[in-house]
């Protein structure tokens, strides 16, 4: 028998009349596709815990065609009153998230169709954010020194809400693909993110992306890849 791996399947080809076999570790995950422009197609994402979050590891890998002046949403957490964690394409290609006010972006090589993981991190206690594309980080900014990020809201994927569960913008919706979406109620270490990021990310204690409840709404594919 192959030695135990993690949420894999594992496939044995025999050759050479039996005399030796050859493993290999297949890896499924789920990936969401968005097609095309919506203002009523998303995802909401069911997490472990409420997000009471004075520090937080958000990452995603994606994928997007959209070019020229467009604000995308790439992540979006809305209490009943406020835009607690959303994270965007800028119009200038800019990446960026906002704590319920200002935001804080990074000017950072555009995504494009070719699939890119962000983490982000944020740390209260000092202000500390920075930015992980693929495995290189961005300059440290600091941002919302002794704020928290309040519970009770919703996580949605492919729209930017501006009420609760609505007010939706088609020319902020996201189209492309998404897949990987994991949040932590901490900031993990940089040699953490960046070995994830060679493989798979995964593992997230608030939003699991192996584990979570997804609850599609509308015109989203989800599809099984093999990592
Ligand atoms: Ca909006």
């Not at 409420?50 to 790439?74: H, N």
């Not at 944020?122 to 519970?151: N, V």
Request: charged residues 20%.
């Amino acid at each position: 028998m192959p030695p135990p791996c993690n949420d894999v399947l594992w496939h044995t080809e025999f050759f050479f009349s039996r005399m030796a076999s050859v493993h290999s570790c297949v890896s499924l995950t789920i990936s969401l596709v968005f097609p095309s422009e919506t203002s009523t197609s998303y995802v909401e994402m069911i997490p472990k815990k409420p997000l009471r979050l004075k520090a937080f590891t958000l990452c995603m890998r994606v994928a997007t065609e959209l070019s020229g002046e467009r604000e995308i949403i790439l992540f979006a957490y809305r209490t009943p009153d406020f835009d607690e964690l959303n994270v965007w394409r800028e119009l200038d290609g800019r990446l960026s998230f906002y704590l319920s006010g200002g935001g804080v972006l990074f000017q950072v090589p555009g995504l494009g169709a070719l699939q890119t993981r962000l983490c982000f991190t944020w740390d209260s206690s000092s202000g500390a954010t920075a930015l992980f594309i693929d495995d290189r980080k961005s300059l440290t900014k600091i941002y919302r020194k002794g704020h928290t990020i309040r519970a009770g809201g919703r996580v949605l994927l492919g729209q930017d809400p501006d009420n609760y569960l609505g007010g939706f913008d088609i020319n902020q919706s996201f189209v492309g693909e998404i897949s990987e979406v994991n949040l932590w109620d901490y900031v993990l270490p940089d040699t953490a993110v960046q070995d994830m990021m060679t493989a798979k990310m995964t593992g997230g204690n608030v939003l699991d992306w192996e584990t979570v409840e997804l609850r599609p709404d509308g015109e989203v594919v989800e599809i099984n890849v093999n990592l």
